[in-house]
């Protein structure tokens, strides 16, 4: 067990799907996996175990913002010794070519936030997702006719929707990395993982744009997002 985990070691799988909401894991433990069972419960961060077409995955949900993703993702990197992480969460976008419900496969990570100078004094605002990770996710969404588009994201220390002005944090952007959505999360997943030597990739549904004002409710966030969960879950059929 760990500090913020009272799952036994042989609960955990080395392969592990990570949504944000707690109530989101469960949905997936109900509606995708067999046999799944409760594995943890310290701050109602909810995890399962189960199988999925006969693989055994755990999913584990991380919370909100960086802080609390780091936290998860070390602990399970380090003391369970899961060697893959999938982020399945949601995001905003800032490309007026995505709609509501679009798949993001995430490749960079850029943030603002000092989180990695925090963590190991290194000037760090970009990071990458798993090459062999991504890899496997693109051609299961190939097998599976599920549409997604590959991008860079901004991971941010505040919830987008309340800004003072979002147009003047797009337009701190570093022009060539094209940032095509944001999130919360990803960049202290990739940077652990990074420094674990482990692996780690994100992929992001669209529910809300910055350009077309479109927006879905609470219980859409959590229960409308499953062509994303499928690809995840296809992906770590694949995975070692």
Known sequence: MSIHCNAKKEDIEKTVLMPGDPLRAKYIAENFLENARLVNTVRNMLAYTGTYKGKNLTVFSHGMGMPSMGIYCYELYHFYDVENIIRIGSCGAYSSNLNIFDTILVDKSYTESNFAFEWN????????????????????????????????????????????????????????????????????????????????????????????????????????????????????????
């Open 121 to 240: 004094q290194k000037d760090c605002h970009i990071t990458e997702s798993s090459t062999y990770i991504n890899e496997i996710i693109e051609q299961c969404a190939k097998n599976n006719n599920i549409p997604y588009i590959k991008g860079n994201t901004l991971c941010s220390d505040c919830f987008d929707g309340y800004l003072e002005s979002i147009p003047n944090l797009i337009k701190r952007f570093p022009k060539d990395l094209n940032i095509i959505g944001a999130e919360m999360e990803a960049f202290a997943l990739f940077y652990m993982a990074k420094y674990l030597g482990k692996r780690a990739s994100c992929l992001l549904t669209v529910v809300d744009s910055h350009y077309k004002k479109q927006e879905i409710s609470s219980e859409e966030r959590e229960k409308s997002l499953n062509n994303m969960i499928i690809l995840a879950l296809e992906a770590a059929l694949n995975l070692n």
